[in-house]
Nanobody, 112 residues
Framework: QVQLVESGGGLVQAGGSLRLSCAAS????????MGWYRQAPGKEREFVAF???????NYADSVKGRFAISRDNTKNTVYLQMNSLKAEDTAVYYC??????WGQGTQVTVSS
């Protein structure tokens, strides 16, 4: 098992940046995939990005070129750097790992 705790959300103006963190309760070295989903009000949860143990990444088309995911195995943490934020990025962002473990989410609000 692993517990995940997200942080770094908040209110930002359009065009601004935020960095989300997802801290795991144990070593993430052996976790194959870690990533992020988001859920906007009234919408289904949607994929944002993931990163593999080997460092390969994948992004939703809507965030390519603006978001960057990374992982620091020494800190048991995955990050999501979000740049050039848009109002449509407003959502609760959830961290997840292989094995269907999820964090509680962190709110990101982008004002236009």
């Amino acid at each position: 098992q692993v517990q995940l705790v997200e942080s770094g959300g908040g209110l930002v103006q359009a065009g601004g940046s935020l960095r989300l963190s997802c801290a795991a309760s144990r070593s993430i070295f052996s976790i194959d995939v870690m990533g992020w989903y988001r859920q906007a009000p009234g919408k289904e949860r949607e994929f944002v990005a993931f990163i593999t143990r080997g460092g390969s990444t994948n992004y939703a088309d809507s965030v390519k070129g603006r978001f960057a995911i990374s992982r620091d195995n020494t800190k048991n943490t995955v990050y999501l750097q979000m740049n050039s934020l848009k109002a449509e990025d407003t959502a609760v962002y959830y961290c997840y790992t292989t094995g269907n473990y999820w964090g509680q989410g962190t709110q990101v609000t982008v004002s236009s």
